[in-house]
């Protein structure tokens, strides 16, 4: 079974590439879990309800055109699409591309650092449906 290190994750942010700024990545994937139990059961039952996703994101600052700040402030308070592949090579079985559609962005720190750090920005987007592409 192949491993991988992360060195060279693809990310889009509401169709703009932005991975070129960005040192961390994780996407949850998760189904909620709606208890089913009826009278007479002996233990908890479930069966899956919605989606309940996140995709956590941390970038290096940028406030030029068409970088971090221009495409992430106006998506705060709304719904986006974000996609991750594990690498920039072609997507596939070995490297598939995870798109996470209707995820919302509730807030954005433009601005926080200390003297002589990265200026660093993390981002949380929630719900949405995650889809799974190798093709």
Same mark, same amino acid.
């Given at each position: 079974m192949a491993v991988l290190v992360l060195t060279d994750a693809v990310? %889009? $942010?509401n169709s703009v590439a932005l /991975?070129?700024?960005s040192n961390s990545v994780t996407v949850t994937y998760e189904i909620d879990s709606v208890e /089913?139990?009826?009278f007479g059961s002996t233990g908890h039952k479930f069966v899956g309800g919605l989606q309940n996703n996140t995709l956590d994101i941390e970038f290096m600052q940028d406030f030029a055109a068409s970088n971090v700040e221009? %495409?992430?402030f106006p998506l705060v308070g709304t719904s986006t699409t974000v996609t $991750?592949?594990?690498t920039s090579a072609a997507t596939g079985a070995t490297n598939p591309i995870y798109t996470l559609t209707g995820c919302f962005l509730a807030s954005h720190t433009p601005v926080g650092s200390a003297i002589g750090e990265m200026a660093m %920005? /993390?981002?949380s987007f929630t719900g949405g449906v995650l889809t799974k592409a190798i093709v």
């Open positions: 990310i %889009t $942010v /991975s070129d700024h /089913s139990t009826a221009a %495409t992430i $991750v592949k594990p %920005t /993390s981002l």
